[in-house]
C-alpha cells in the first residue's frame, strides 16, 4: 500500500515529486522540516494552477505560510482561504493533502531507501537561529491568546505587546548575560579567567 506522500503525489497528478524529494535530501542534505515545506508547497501551487490561477514567483510559498504559520494574523489567513475558495479551491482538502516532516521522514525511510539520519552541527549561529525563531513563535502565541482573553469579565487590557529575552548566568564564573550577548562574545568570562 502507498504511503500519504505517494498517494497525494498520485492524485494530485505530481509524479515527480517524490523523487525530487529524495534528490533534494541526498544531493543538497534538505533538513525533513524544509522538504515538508516543499512538499506542502507544491501540492498547494498544483491546486492553484488547477483553478487556473496565475502564479507570481513564489506565490504558492507565501500563501502556504499564510495558512500555516502561527504568526499570522486570522484575518491575513480568512482572506487567503477565501481568494483560493473563490478560485474554486477546496481548502480543506488541499490542507488534509499537506503532511508533516515526519511523514516525508517516514516516505524517504520506508519508500524510496532514503537514510534520514542527519550529523547536527552546532554553532552559534544555528543556536541563535533556533531559539530567536522560538522565541518569535511564542511571543505570537502569547499575543494571540492574551487578545482571546482581553474583554472578558475576569481579563482587560489594552494594546499588549510580548517580548520574550533570556539571561543566561554561569555557575562557574558567576557572570550573567543576556543570550545574544553571551552568543556574540562567544561564552561567558569562564575562558578569560584561564588565560
Known amino acids: 500500500m502507498a504511503c500519504k506522500v505517494e498517494r497525494v503525489c498520485e492524485r494530485r497528478g505530481l509524479p515527480t515529486l517524490t523523487e525530487r524529494l529524495a534528490e533534494r535530501r541526498t544531493e543538497t ?4 522540516r524544509d522538504l515538508e515545506r516543499f512538499f506542502n ?4 501551487a498544483t491546486a492553484m494552477r488547477a483553478a487556473g490561477m496565475e502564479l507570481l514567483e513564489d506565490e504558492a510559498g507565501n500563501v502556504h505560510r499564510l495558512l500555516t504559520d502561527e504568526d499570522v494574523s486570522h484575518a491575513a489567513r480568512t482572506e487567503a482561504r ?3 475558495t473563490r478560485a474554486g479551491i477546496d481548502v480543506e482538502a488541499v490542507e488534509c493533502d499537506f503532511v508533516t516532516y515526519g ?12 537514510d534520514t539520519g542527519r550529523e ?17 513563535r511564542t511571543e505570537a502565541v502569547t499575543e494571540r491568546e492574551l487578545s482571546r482573553l482581553d474583554g472578558r469579565g475576569d ?6 505587546t510580548v517580548s520574550l529575552t533570556a539571561r543566561v548566568a554561569c555557575e562557574a564564573c558567576g557572570e550573567e548575560y543576556g543570550l545574544r550577548r553571551l552568543l556574540d562574545r562567544g561564552g561567558c568570562g569562564c ?5
Open 155 to 160: 481579563f482587560d487590557a489594552g494594546e499588549l
Open 120 to 136: 547536527v552541527t552546532v554553532d552559534t549561529t544555528t543556536v541563535r537561529d533556533t531559539v530567536f525563531k522560538l522565541f518569535g
Open 191 to 195: 575562558g578569560e579567567s584561564q588565560t
Open 41 to 44: 508547497r507544491e501540492v498547494l
Open 29 to 32: 542534505g534538505a533538513s525533513l
Open 103 to 114: 511523514t516525508i521522514r517516514t516516505h524517504l525511510r520506508e519508500c524510496e531507501g532514503v
Open 82 to 84: 477565501d481568494r483560493l
